[in-house]
């Protein structure tokens, strides 16, 4: 290879990096500095027909106000997920409590897929990106779903949620993590 090549080579090479982008995710925590996600994520809230159905607990105003809010305290976070063009086509909410120094806990309140990309396995792989690394940070991790919403009960169970005993017919309670471990029989 004479000179002038390896100076072009390398010109086309620092070219390269200056002008590269940052790589994106498919799956990340949002922090408050991305508001093009935080954007992508309240689009999704507004595309459903029933905004309640994804969070059974709060009603679509609490929960745009949440996904303002989860970017911006360490109690909260905000996790979405990337189809293969790089645009947002799930989220969920979750909140952290340490209830002393040993235990800790997530409740994710709200889990939601586009509606236009429904039915494409992004929300189980959401689901398991989040239960990858929530568990890191808690040993509980627990959600609601409406008792009449099959496909998130299917989605639950499928990525190991358990549902606990519920008088109530409106909403079921799934935990993950150390109830599931005490009725696994080998474990002890």
Known sequence: MNKQTKITLFLICMQTSLFATKETKLFEKVTSTQTEEINSCIS?????ENSVRIC????PKQIQKFINQATKTKSSSLW?????AHQVVAF???DHSQNNQKS???HIHAVAVDPEQKRQGFGKQLMLNLLANLKKLSPSITLTVEYNNEAA????????FISSPNKDKTFIAYSYGRKQIQKNPSAK
């Open 44 to 48: 999704i809230l507004s595309k459903r």
């Open 56 to 59: 059974p607990l709060m009603n």
């Open 80 to 84: 979405i997920q990337r189809n293969n």
């Open 92 to 94: 969920a909410l979750c």
């Open 104 to 106: 800790s806990s997530t």
């Open 153 to 160: 009960k299917k989605l639950y169970e499928k990525v190991g």
